[in-house]
């Protein structure tokens, strides 16, 4: 079986740019016009990605398993 992939998805519309993310997980988020932006859109299980979708104030960023879709962050 392939190793898991996940998928970092952020909500433009819902991201305020607080670059809260940025700061706590540079390798996996950038600021792009004052929005975030994953660095890479597929990444391996890791979890500083799941933290950050947990404390965005503005729930703008999802974490999925990339092949099946499930959402493994943040939960509600
Ligand atoms: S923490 Fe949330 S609101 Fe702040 S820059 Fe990141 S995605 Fe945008």
């Given amino acids: 079986m392939a190793e898991e992939q996940w998928r970092i998805e952020v ?3 819902a991201c305020v740019g607080t670059g809260l993310c ?3 997980a540079f390798r996996h988020m950038r600021l792009d016009g004052g ?8 990444v391996r299980p890791d979890q500083a990605v799941t933290d950050v979708a947990e404390s965005c104030p503005m729930e703008a960023i999802t974490v999925r398993n990339a092949a099946t879709g499930e959402v493994l962050a943040p939960e509600w």
């Fill in 11 to 13: 909500d433009r519309g």
């Fill in 22 to 24: 940025v700061g706590t």
């Fill in 35 to 42: 929005r975030a932006r994953p660095v890479d859109e597929i």
